[in-house]
């Protein structure tokens, strides 16, 4: 497939893009948390293409993207006083609500499930093209399945190119992690994904929050989050100590990275963060980068799990599959 790449996009390309989706193709986006691989939400073989460019399992839902909450009642039933009210904090923003799904949402979209996924994106591309498009965009992060979400115009060509029908750039995403994904049971909102909304800011506004149970072995509510996800080539471990004799020992012999907000100098190339959003922001790139440069080995030095910190190490878990490198750490190892 010839994939049509708009670097810079101006009004045209935008107007372009937007009636690609209209006739069911395929649209790779840029938002504010990662790269979306956009089809027509209502038209089942559009957003069955979704599947196939990405290699994703068919019980894996996606998330639907609305430009504003006129659409809510385009892909949703009845929605909740605590759902309206979660849209009208968060939205447009970061935040994906589990809804009660229209039957104009084809069941291909949420895996067959009753309910569907709504986010209103805050990127101004994204809310450009959907405006234009004027449809609901159902929109997996634009990877292939497995890999690390593209956070950058590159990384999505670089999975993309060829399968889509069009790439458009937005530069490198503002959060570059995937959106918080909540649910509303009893009144209380479950975090099923965490994301750039965090569990204290819903505390703030006086939901109660209900955590995700990293560890948990139960059917898992989100059926995304039983896959490995975010899985680079090389080798991950996280650390919390990065203590340099076990590290050196740990790495003789590899090409290594120690990634983090304070890694120490050592024979390994150090990819240092001033802080924790920018280490969020630049997880996903960095996986990228150290791929193409065939780093055999990254380590990475974990956060505190608060705040956006909570999101950034429920991926560095996935990226790892929970290996830590203090074998002897009860409180952290697997
Ligand atoms: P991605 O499209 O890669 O950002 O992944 C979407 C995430 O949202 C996955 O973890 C899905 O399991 C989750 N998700 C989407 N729709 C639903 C739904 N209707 N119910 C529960 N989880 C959902
Ligand atoms: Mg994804």
């Not at 449809?135 to 999505?156: C, D, I, K, Q, W």
């Not at 076990?246 to 890694?263: D, M, N, Q, R, Y």
């Not at 990819?271 to 780093?295: H, I, K, M, W």
Request: charged letters at 25%; one cysteine or more; a neutral charge.
């Amino acid at each position: 497939m010839e994939t049509s790449l708009f670097p810079s996009p101006d009004e045209k390309a935008l107007h372009f893009c937007a009636s690609l989706l209209q006739e069911g193709r395929l649209v790779v986006f840029p938002t504010e948390t990662v790269y979306g691989l956009g089809a027509n939400a209502l038209s089942e073989k559009a957003v069955q293409a979704i599947f196939e460019a990405k290699g994703r399992p068919q019980d894996n839902p996606l998330i639907v993207h609305i430009p504003d909450i006129s659409f809510l009642s385009v892909v949703t039933e009845k929605i909740s006083p605590e759902v309206e009210r979660l849209f009208s904090l968060f939205s447009p923003g970061p935040l994906t609500v589990i809804c009660e799904r229209s039957s104009r949402i084809p069941p291909i979209v949420s895996a067959g499930l009753p309910t569907v996924g709504v986010r209103i994106p805050a990127h101004p591309l994204a809310h450009k093209l959907l405006t234009l498009a004027g449809l609901p965009v159902a929109a997996p992060s634009a990877n292939l399945s497995g890999r690390p979400s593209p956070t950058t115009f590159e990384m999505a060509i670089r999975d993309m190119k060829g399968r889509v029908d069009a790439i458009i750039d937005g530069g490198p995403c503002e959060h570059g992690l995937e959106s918080t994904v909540v649910m509303v049971k009893e009144n209380k909102v479950i975090i099923l994904r965490p994301g750039a909304i965090t569990e204290e800011m819903l505390r703030e506004k006086g939901f109660e929050v209900v955590l995700p149970e990293e560890k948990s072995h139960e059917r898992p509510l989100s059926p995304g989050m039983k896959y490995t996800h975010y899985r680079p080539h090389a080798e991950v471990y996280l650390s919390h100590h990065l203590d340099e004799k076990t590290l050196e020992a740990f790495c003789k012999g590899k090409k290594t990275a120690v990634v983090g907000i304070s890694p120490p100098v050592g024979p390994w190339e150090r990819v240092v963060f001033p802080d924790v959003a920018s280490y969020a922001r630049g997880l996903f790139a960095t996986f990228a980068r150290l791929e193409q440069q065939g780093t055999e080995v990254i380590i990475l030095q974990a956060v505190e799990e608060k705040g956006v910190g909570r999101a950034l190490m429920n991926r560095m878990r996935k990226a790892s599959g929970n290996r830590w490198i203090e074998a002897n750490d009860e409180t952290f190892s697997q």
